[in-house]
């Protein structure tokens, strides 16, 4: 097999099946920064040898075995108890040859990866760590695309989660998945983390179109599901139908050229209606316990924008009210900017600036999307010189290429007044 088809084979694995791997190798060596460093070492392997001898038919089974032989050669090296060694390979052993030769493809890790998450939420690591962790270690999300989100240095962000590996390592951490009393603590944090991954996906999902099938954004959508089977609470169900409304919107953010387009100028027709059907559905049953959460709301929010479909129109004071609930419960700077754009249609930009102004310019000072509504409701205050600094901080700190145009667009449009 040549290389570049070999590689494309490991990448479609590795996208796949690393999460799954690592919670596996994590789960019987109780040790996450092992696994971790056992399948990269694994992967590095693989990269090497399937041009030169072919991808193996149980692909991610070799990576297992060759992850599992990393480790106990690690074991070794760092002088671990030969009974100890043993028994875990032992038990990798006894592992693939359940999994098969031609079958892992179909086995399900999920059950694997969401205890894993689980463990990652356990009391004892920092609460602040608890949903990084878990982005990281289950879905391979790189430090640095996360410190955006938590609003932290990377490097910060790195040695909080080397700290809490190191404790769930030396503090034996059970690797079993909660007793029901347990679970209402550590959900939250799990939810967080799912919709966190989705949210960094479509990032990658707006780069490359042809990865959308099997990017972040799909494993995420994928654990929701298996999440709200396992365990139907209503902040679960909740979560799902957020992440259902907007997959169904995800043919109509990008145009023919790939350039962004705002929510409230997509095209609705190209809008997934069986998808916002089953979204409603699953908001629907959440809702008949009669116990409100974020996800639910913040679904709701997605339930209104789905209206359109039918009335035309967006209901801005029906989405201005249900922010506020958002708030109440949680006041982000994500929710904060949600509310004021808002706001900015329902009232108008002079009453919207004045929410914005008031906002502590130390939370938001290297968060793009404040700098892009700012320089919107600047511009729609024909404020030129105000909007044409805004648009340039935004633009500085965009990641997506097609957001970039789209911010260069409206800049541009500034410009030219």
């Excluded at 032992?90 to 031609?102: F, I, K, P, S, Y």
């Excluded at 998450?117 to 602040?128: S, T």
């Excluded at 679960?236 to 957020?242: D, E, N, Q, T």
């Excluded at 409304?245 to 790939?258: K, L, Q, T, W």
Aim: proline fraction near 4%.
């Amino acid at each position: 097999m040549d290389g570049p088809a070999a590689d494309a084979a490991l990448t479609e694995v590795v996208r796949h099946q690393r999460g799954r791997l690592v919670a596996l190798l994590a789960a019987r060596t109780r040790d996450i920064a092992a696994a971790e460093d056992a399948v990269g070492e694994a992967i590095a392997q693989a990269l090497l040898t399937w041009p030169r001898e072919g991808v193996p038919n149980n692909a991610a089974g070799w990576l297992l075995t060759v992850a599992r032989n990393r480790w106990l050669d690690a074991a070794r090296h760092a002088q671990v108890q030969v009974a100890f060694a043993a028994d875990h390979l032992h038990r990798c052993e006894a592992l693939v040859a359940e999994l098969g030769t031609d079958t892992l493809g179909a086995f399900d890790f999920a059950d694997e990866r969401l205890k894993l998450m689980f463990v990652c939420a356990h009391p004892a690591i920092d609460r602040a760590v608890h949903t990084p962790l878990m982005l990281q270690v289950v879905l391979g999300v790189p430090v640095e695309r996360m410190a955006g989100i938590f609003l932290v240095g990377s490097g910060a962000l790195g040695q909080r989660l080397s700290r809490a590996k190191s404790k769930i390592r030396d503090a034996g951490v059970a690797f079993d998945v909660p007793v029901q009393s347990e679970i209402p603590a550590r959900l939250p944090a799990v939810l967080d983390a799912i919709y966190g991954a989705y949210g960094l996906g479509w990032e990658a999902v707006q780069a490359d179109a042809a990865s959308c099938a099997s990017g972040l954004a799909d494993e995420a959508l994928s654990l929701g599901r298996l999440l709200a089977e396992l365990l139907p609470e209503p902040e679960v169900l909740g979560l799902l139908a957020l992440m259902l409304f907007c997959e169904s919107r995800r043919g109509a953010r990008r145009n023919a050229a790939g350039d962004f387009v705002p929510l409230d100028e997509q095209d609705v027709a190209l809008w997934d209606q069986a998808m916002m059907q089953e979204a409603a559905a699953t908001l629907a049953r959440a809702s008949q316990a009669g116990q409100l959460g974020r996800y639910q709301l913040e679904a709701a929010v997605q339930s209104v924008h789905a209206q359109r479909t039918v009335s035309g129109q967006t209901d801005w004071s029906a989405l201005a009210l249900l922010y506020q609930g958002l708030l109440s419960l949680a006041p982000t700077v994500g929710y904060q900017l949600g509310f004021i754009g808002v706001l900015a249609r329902w009232q108008g930009p002079r009453v919207a600036m004045e929410r914005l102004t008031a906002m502590p310019l130390v939370s938001v000072r290297d968060h793009q999307p404040y700098w892009a509504l700012r320089a919107h409701l600047h511009q729609a205050l024909g404020e030129r010189d105000e909007a044409d600094r805004a648009y340039s901080l935004a633009l500085g700190l965009a990641r997506d290429a097609a957001v970039q145009r789209f911010l260069q667009a409206r800049w541009a449009s500034v410009r030219a007044r």
